[in-house]
């Protein structure tokens, strides 16, 4: 008996675009962060990037969530929103983004591992769990073993790992929710929430930046970073969750280190061994 043939559909072309946006959005970020705090960088793109949504959908003609939803909203947008961008730039900012978009692309692990835990699971078959094993050999082998790592470094790896679980846990615990709402509703709720509870982290340091000494290209990249990167692909990764299932939809964050590196090594000039 042979297995049902994937087809390609438009959701699947939308995710190539996220993995296009999301992997050049590292060289982005770093190359923002050189004249910005990591914490007030995020906090000023979070801002732009949910008062878009959450404009965008009050024209859609979207309204609030039902009262017995808002408290797994809450939880993802301080886990998907807070807790990921929190950890994602403080660790992007401590290591490279070869390592970063490395370790970020383990995300389909994380989704497979936290879907087994799920009440709404999807089904794991053998030739993914040896996907798993080879994953964290892989992980260990490149960023790990095969690289000298500082002290820094391997705080930044260990941060961008955290990420990496509260992203997936965005996205597991998302399936839900999207039985009975828009990918756009939903991102523009947690996003809401997510950037609220970060304010307090991102302020302080917005206070003593010295905005004269912050190029031009940082706010190009700060603007096109909240707009893109958060506006935009926070919405088409819930659609090819909604369409296609959270596994399926994870395996394309597999892509973006791919991207991350190319970018990096033209942008940044960060060797690729």
Same mark, same amino acid.
């Given at each position: 008996?042979?297995?049902?043939?994937?087809?390609?559909?438009?959701?699947?072309?939308?995710?190539?675009?996220?993995?296009?946006? =999301?992997?050049?959005?590292?060289?982005?970020?770093?190359?923002?962060?050189?004249?910005?705090?990591?914490?007030?960088?995020?906090?000023?793109?979070?801002?732009?990037?949910?008062?878009?949504?959450?404009?965008?959908?009050?024209?859609?003609?979207?309204?609030?969530?039902?009262?017995?939803?808002?408290?797994?909203?809450?939880?993802?947008?301080?886990?998907?929103?807070?807790?990921?961008?929190?950890?994602?730039?403080?660790?992007?900012?401590?290591?490279?983004? &070869?390592?970063?978009?490395?370790?970020?692309?383990?995300?389909?692990? &994380?989704?497979?591992?936290?879907?087994?835990?799920?009440?709404?699971?999807?089904?794991?078959?053998?030739?993914?769990?040896?996907?798993?094993?080879?994953?964290?050999?892989?992980?260990?082998?490149?960023?790990?073993?095969?690289?000298?790592?500082?002290?820094?470094?391997?705080?930044?790896?260990?941060?961008?790992?955290?990420?990496?679980?509260?992203?997936? =846990?965005? @996205?597991?615990?998302?399936?839900?929710?999207?039985?009975?709402?828009?990918?756009?509703?939903? @991102?523009?709720?947690?996003?809401?929430?997510?950037?609220?509870?970060?304010?307090?982290?991102?302020?302080?340091?917005?206070?003593?930046?010295?905005?004269?000494?912050?190029?031009?290209?940082?706010?190009?990249?700060?603007?096109?970073?909240?707009?893109?990167?958060?506006?935009?692909?926070?919405?088409?990764?819930?659609?090819?969750?909604?369409?296609?299932?959270?596994?399926?939809?994870?395996?394309?964050?597999?892509?973006?280190?791919?991207?991350?590196?190319?970018?990096?090594?033209? @942008?940044?000039?960060?060797?690729?061994?």
């Amino acid at each position: 008996m042979t297995s049902p043939r994937v087809q390609f559909s438009l959701p699947d072309l939308l995710l190539l675009l996220v993995v296009f946006i =999301w992997g050049s959005n590292f060289s982005v970020v770093k190359a923002a962060l050189e004249s910005m705090p990591p914490l007030g960088f995020n906090a000023v793109r979070l801002v732009i990037a949910s008062s878009v949504l959450v404009v965008v959908a009050r024209r859609a003609g979207f309204g609030l969530p039902a009262r017995e939803d808002w408290q797994r909203l809450l939880a993802l947008g301080l886990a998907g929103h807070c807790g990921y961008q929190l950890t994602f730039v403080a660790g992007l900012a401590r290591t490279s983004v &070869t390592n970063s978009s490395l370790i970020a692309g383990c995300l389909p692990v &994380t989704v497979l591992l936290l879907n087994t835990l799920s009440r709404h699971r999807e089904r794991v078959g053998r030739l993914q769990w040896v996907g798993v094993g080879l994953a964290f050999v892989g992980l260990y082998l490149v960023v790990g073993a095969g690289a000298q790592v500082s002290r820094d470094s391997l705080v930044g790896d260990l941060l961008v790992i955290v990420s990496v679980c509260c992203w997936g =846990w965005y @996205t597991v615990g998302s399936r839900r929710l999207l039985e009975r709402y828009s990918p756009l509703q939903i @991102t523009a709720c947690t996003m809401a929430i997510g950037t609220i509870a970060f304010l307090p982290f991102g302020v302080p340091s917005l206070v003593t930046t010295d905005w004269g000494q912050v190029g031009v290209w940082a706010w190009v990249g700060l603007v096109a970073s909240g707009l893109l990167a958060l506006s935009l692909c926070h919405v088409l990764w819930y659609v090819g969750v909604q369409r296609l299932g959270g596994a399926r939809t994870a395996l394309y964050s597999n892509l973006i280190p791919v991207v991350a590196m190319s970018v990096a090594a033209v @942008t940044l000039r960060e060797p690729i061994g």
